[in-house]
T-cell receptor
Framework: GESVGLHLPTLSVQEGDNSIINCAYS??????FIWYKQESGKGPQFIID?????DKRQGQRVTVLLNKTVKHLSLQIAATQPGDSAVYFC???????????FGKGTRLSVIA | GAVVSQHPSWVICKSGTSVKIECRSL??????MFWYRQFPKQSLMLMAT?????????EQGVEKDKFLINHASLTLSTLTVTSAHPEDSSFYIC????????????FGPGTRLTVL
């Protein structure tokens, strides 16, 4: 079946460096994408979203890039901090309050 | 805004008992809420879609008689794990979005269920 997946299951970065977390999706009908951050024992926390009519969106220290041609989504975190250590999930759905389909997750470890 | 709460945050129960988990949207109304289950080091798995005033929609493989969902108001959905067994031990998380056709969903803090 169609699913959202990730290229890298783990990522270790030095504090202050930029982080890039990748995600591949296969449902061509998906038109809305979200990145979530999940810390141990907590629920997913919304980070940033992007719609299919955009290819880039920036937030505070984070940027999401969407390449619909190759069905690829990425999350860039600038100046990574120890507090960014968590598991990051990409998720996608079609518009209209439909269930999210989650990727497998990438664990980001920040080395101080 | 868009805060979702869950209660309890953790629960330990004996095998065979039932456990109720509440999911509340604190500052918005949600006609639809979603229930997920997450096992250690795994991603979230959708269990069911909770619809206010109507029956929940369950994903394939999820027993509706075991996981009872009630969405009696626009701010509250409950998940009851009936006759819980150790294999039901998991992290249960709900999500909701403001409005009837929103895409963005916000998650509760989760409920850790341990069945002895």
């Amino acid at each position: 079946g169609e699913s959202v997946g990730l290229h890298l299951p783990t990522l270790s970065v030095q504090e202050g460096d930029n982080s890039i977390i990748n995600c591949a999706y296969s449902n061509s009908a998906s038109d809305y994408f979200i990145w979530y951050k999940q810390e141990s024992g907590k629920g997913p926390q919304f980070i940033i979203d992007i719609r299919s009519n955009m290819d880039k969106r920036q937030g505070q220290r984070v940027t999401v890039l969407l390449n619909k041609t190759v069905k690829h989504l990425s999350l860039q975190i600038a100046a990574t901090q120890p507090g960014d250590s968590a598991v990051y999930f990409c998720a996608e759905n079609t518009s209209g309050n439909t269930p999210l389909v989650f990727g497998k997750g990438t664990r980001l470890s920040v080395i101080a | 805004g868009a805060v979702v709460s869950q209660h309890p945050s953790w629960v330990i129960c004996k095998s065979g008992t039932s456990v109720k988990i509440e999911c509340r949207s604190l500052d918005f109304q949600a006609t639809t809420m979603f229930w997920y289950r997450q096992f250690p080091k795994q991603s979230l798995m959708l269990m069911a879609t909770s619809n206010e005033g109507s029956k929940a929609t369950y994903e394939q493989g999820v027993e509706k008689d075991k996981f009872l969902i009630n969405h009696a108001s626009l701010t509250l959905s409950t998940l009851t794990v009936t006759s819980a067994h150790p294999e039901d031990s998991s992290f249960y998380i709900c999500s909701a979005g403001p409005g009837a056709s929103t895409d963005t969903q916000y998650f509760g803090p989760g409920t850790r269920l341990t069945v002895l």
